[in-house]
């Protein structure tokens, strides 16, 4: 019996990320699109051995999957019998989260079909280990990795897209920050060069005033 997602509470990120392009691409044949779909959560071999009836029948049951997905973003939730939390503002960022988040936009700017090829990578960023109490835990050796990994294998695409959602708006208030503070930094070196380019002239008219 094969393996037919009913919603995207039952589509894991790992799935969703090898399901983008098919839902992308162009098909001359729906039934191949379909064959490949089912082919992501079954064995293709086994795929193949299905009536082009049956096929035709799975397919409606497939049709939400080209629409977005949605859910609700949640402040706490687990993975993988893990407990996590999600980071509210730039300011509760960790130094390994920031730098990770810069390195993931920088590499999004330069290809932007990494967001969902990146997809377990950057909500790793964004999310951080709690206790049952809900207190925040230390950053234990390998987190990112492992919380990637647990992302990628064990949460589904109803949970996560929300959450690529505030990573996205996090992101602007990110780039903005970061934005002004270099504004910021230029308008500093501009003061210095120019009062260091006033005390020159100031030195200079005094030499020229001994000669």
């Known amino acids: 019996m094969l393996v037919i997602p009913k919603s995207f509470k039952e589509v894991m990120v790992k ?4 399901l983008r392009p098919i839902l ?37 049951e497939l049709e939400y999957l080209f629409q977005e997905p949605s859910g609700e973003l949640k402040q706490y939730f687990d993975i993988n019998g893990k407990s996590y939390g999600v980071v509210n503002h730039i300011n509760d960022l960790e130094a390994g989260q920031y730098i990770s988040v810069v390195t993931l936009l920088k590499d999004l700017a330069d ?5 969902y090829e990146l997809l377990h990578e950057i909500l790793s960023c964004v999310v951080f280990p709690v206790d049952k109490d809900k207190n925040v835990l230390e950053f ?10 647990d992302i990628y294998n064990h949460m589904s695409i109803e949970e996560a897209y929300p959450l690529c959602i505030f990573f996205c708006n996090l992101s602007d208030r990110l780039i903005k920050c970061t934005q002004d503070y270099l504004n910021q930094k230029l308008e500093e070196m501009t003061m210095t060069a120019e009062q260091l380019q006033s005390e020159v002239m100031k030195d200079l008219e005094k030499d020229g005033g001994g000669l």
Do not use: C, G, H, M
């Open 24 to 60: 992308e691409r162009t098909y001359d044949n729906p039934f191949t699109r379909v064959i490949d779909i089912l082919s992501v959560f079954n064995d293709r071999e086994k795929v193949l051995t299905k009536k082009p009836r049956e096929i035709s029948l799975i397919e409606k």
């Open 15 to 18: 799935d969703y990320i090898s």
């Open 111 to 115: 290809n932007p079909n990494l967001s």
């Open 140 to 149: 234990k050796a390998n987190y990112f990795r492992e919380l990637s990994e």
